[in-house]
């Protein structure tokens, strides 16, 4: 048991280390940056190799070290991120961990995480407009959610369930 506790904090401090890093391959687009949003694949693996309690400590974790760090992402559009990507881990994982192995329940799983993460971080949008004295309509959510986010939908439907398919082949997953 305590092998297994170690083997999460040391997976999840390393999706961790890859939020930080990984927009920096797209750093200097952020364009592109915006649209694949490379922080949440590391959270959504961690989700699911780990557990939905590990996943969504990253998934919140992950904007406000980031944000310390690198004045990045900005806030408190961070905040609204922190909630998505929160939800993100939690449910990959737990998801994961109730349904049988099998491909087409690790994209019930991812599909249902990314859908609900997305709707937290519309009303965590909203929230912070109304406090900011803003507007944000459901024009601009399905925009910011959906249609601007198409490429990294895409991205993490093809890398994240190739992932953790080899991670599960290596052996190192703890959400079985």
């Known amino acids: 048991m305590r092998s ?3 083997k999460r904090l040391v997976l999840s401090a390393m999706f ?3 939020c930080l890093v990984l927009p920096f391959l797209t750093g200097q687009i952020p364009e592109i940056g915006s649209a694949l949003s490379p922080m949440h694949i590391p959270v959504l693996i961690c989700g699911f190799v780990c557990g ?3 996943g969504a400590a990253v998934g919140f974790i992950a904007p ?3 944000y310390m760090i690198f004045q990045m992402p900005p ?3 961070g905040i609204a991120m922190a909630a998505e990507m929160t939800v993100y881990g939690l449910v990959a ?3 994961y961990k109730k349904l049988p192995k099998n491909i087409g329940c690790m994209y019930i799983s991812l599909v249902s995480a990314m859908l609900l993460g997305r709707v937290v971080w519309g009303v965590a949008r909203y929230i912070i407009a109304g406090l900011a004295g803003s507007e944000f309509s459901f024009a601009m959510f399905l925009s910011g959610a959906f249609i601007e986010a198409v490429p990294g939908i895409i991205c ?3 890398v994240v369930p190739l992932v ?3 991670l599960k082949k290596a052996n190192l997953m703890t959400n079985d």
Do not use: S
């Open 16 to 18: 961790l280390a890859l």
């Open 4 to 6: 297994k506790v170690t």
């Open 52 to 54: 939905g309690y590990w």
């Open 164 to 166: 953790v398919i080899a």
């Open 156 to 158: 993490h439907l093809i």
């Open 93 to 95: 994982g737990l998801l």
């Open 75 to 77: 806030m408190p559009m």
């Open 64 to 66: 406000f070290l980031r």
